[in-house]
């Protein structure tokens, strides 16, 4: 026993002595112990885990600080509920307002105001200066009918005048416009052209503009018939024969169907006209000459000649 209290007093002494002497310097200058620094290894959180506490803590004060709010809130409304109520108003007698009648009086002003009288009579004065003339031109051809027909129906003396101031149509715009269309025909052939230029590949090019003059020149002979303008007609019809005439023959017989309706359409509305017709006889022998040309051209026309030649011998 003795040994070994001998043994462990040399154990202890020096081993006691330099911890004790090192903890106490360590507590002095404040210097982490191995044991403190081994835990604050395992306690130190990381930096991620910082962000998510920091997080946290907001969240939680905003919440905090939002329930704080909504109690404060409920409390003021009971408190404005029960503590601030007034009880209601009475209605005072309330006296009829003044209108403010900014309008003159009957007795001041009986004619309605200068400014308006004036602009009144500025519009007559010159609505009545347009001329009449200038004011027909803007009516199309049936509202002219229709005012003619309205005048002539107020006033049927007027009737006979009319007819004898009414002057021939005006087929010069008719002609022009013929003129126009075929020249338009051969417009659209080709510019170059090896072969022969009445083949079936020019036809293509021009057969729309072929049917626009066909459809163009029959109506407008139409137009004319149904007006009963006889000698209007008759010269419309020998114009159109000869800008018919003039129009491409091609090399298959089928592509000049266009030509062809022309001539019938327009010798079937000279016979129409010629029927119908009361003209002198000078106009008629005219006619005559004239036909006798057309007749060279095309013969779907010769009827028309016996029709004259009939009507003729009736006059002399």
Known sequence: MAALGLRRSRRNTPLSDM??????????????SPQELRESVFLTPSPDEHIIRQRSRRAAAKALSQIHSIASAEEDEEFDTWTFETPPKTPKPQS??????????????????????????RVQRQKATVPLETELKGLSQD??????????????????????????PDIRPLKDQLYCLQRNIYKSFPNTRWGSSRDSFCYRRVRTHLETFKKTCIEQGKHLLNAH????????????????SEMPSWDNPSH???????FKH????????????????????AIKSRLAEAVETDSEIEPCLGQIDKILSKLI
């Not at 002497?21 to 404040?30: A, G, I, R």
């Not at 009829?96 to 009579?121: F, M």
């Open 143 to 168: 509202q002219l009918i229709d005012v003619i027909e309205e005048v002539v129906n107020n006033h049927p003396g007027l009737e006979q005048e009319v007819r004898d101031l009414m002057p021939q």
């Open 266 to 285: 327009l010798a079937s509305q000279f016979m129409n006209g010629l029927k119908k017709s009361v003209l002198e006889k000078e106009q008629y022998m």
């Open 96 to 121: 009829p307002r003044k209108r403010l009648n900014l309008s003159p009086k009957k007795h001041d002003s009986p004619t309605k105001s200068p400014v308006k009288a004036s602009k009144k009579q």
């Open 19 to 32: 911890s004790t002497d090192v903890s106490t310097h360590l507590v002095s200058e404040n210097i982490p």
């Open 229 to 244: 303008a006889h000698e209007a007609l008759f010269e419309y019809l020998l114009s159109a024969w000869k800008y018919t």
């Open 256 to 262: 000049n169907k266009s030509k062809q309706q022309c």
